[in-house]
């Protein structure tokens, strides 16, 4: 079934609701309480230069639009599966990719490294929902054309990590694009610790951001590069009504910078 059969326009209506970038920096509220699907945005948080945390910005109809979505890709034409790193560890978590296949440490248009077919094509509706994001932590102007080189964003890969309890995500840079455009994280599930760093080292100083379900995440500009990770999820946080019965899903929107 093609993921573009599943969604309806709810999903590519730029989104009323979400707020813009007009607030200055505040604290990020470190509550560890039970994440509901449908959160009322409070606003973005600027949790460094370019990057900011939009709590609650999916509701819980669209958080569940992405599940079945998310679902339909890892049925195939490939399967999601835990990635085995060149020095032979296997990553706890499991992944599944659109438009772009990722793997250690390149993207590719077929599965190598799992069962060689072409990943399934980047939905149009997709690249909308990107660009509403980045709106939406951005505002329309200003930042959001500076950090996407004053084109429009064209997101051409997702990368789609299921978290069970006990998955992690070790401190990284998402580095194997070769455009600078923002990388637009959205979570769907289960509530996690977000460690954000800085560009230089994996190490300290970092910033800890719980990400609950329906949170979006933007990091640009001066922070694209930035180390990040998943050093722990909350088993059990979740709302069913997003219609996942455990763990947490990840989607990170990338623009590749790659031709063809
Ligand atoms: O799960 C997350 O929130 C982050 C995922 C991530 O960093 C990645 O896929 O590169
Ligand atoms: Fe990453």
């Not at 296997?90 to 077929?110: A, D, E, I, Q």
Request: hydrophobic share 35%; net charge neutral.
């Amino acid at each position: 079934m093609s993921g573009e059969a599943l969604f309806p326009e709810s999903l590519l209506r730029r989104s009323g609701g979400s707020a813009e970038a007009s607030g200055g920096e505040r604290a990020e509220a470190s509550g560890t309480g039970k994440a509901t699907g449908d959160r009322a945005s409070d606003g973005p948080v600027v949790i460094a230069p370019g990057a900011v945390h939009l709590p609650g910005w999916l509701s819980a109809g669209r958080q569940r639009e992405l599940v079945a979505a998310c679902r339909a890709w890892a049925r195939g034409p490939v399967p999601l599966r835990h990635t085995v790193l060149p020095g032979g560890g296997v990553m706890s978590v499991s992944t599944v990719c659109v438009g772009w296949h990722w793997l250690p440490y390149r993207y590719s248009r077929t599965a190598d490294d799992v069962n060689g077919a072409r990943v399934a094509a980047f939905p149009g509706w997709l690249v909308e929902l990107g660009r509403t994001a980045l709106e939406a932590a951005y505002g329309p102007g200003g930042q959001l054309h500076e950090y996407t080189g004053g084109r429009e964003y064209t997101p051409d890969t997702a990368l789609i990590n299921f978290y069970d309890g006990a998955a992690r995500m070790g401190m990284h840079q998402d580095k194997e694009e070769r455009s600078g455009a923002p990388v637009v994280s959205l979570s769907i599930g289960d509530s996690c610790v977000f460690r954000f760093g800085g560009t230089r080292t994996r190490g300290r100083p970092y910033t800890d951001v719980e990400l609950a379900s329906g949170d979006l995440f933007v990091f640009g500009g001066p922070s694209r590069f930035a180390y990040h990770g998943v050093p722990k999820v909350y088993p059990g946080t979740a709302d069913p009504a997003v219609g996942m019965s455990g763990g947490r899903l990840n989607i990170t929107l990338r623009e590749t910078g790659l031709p063809g």
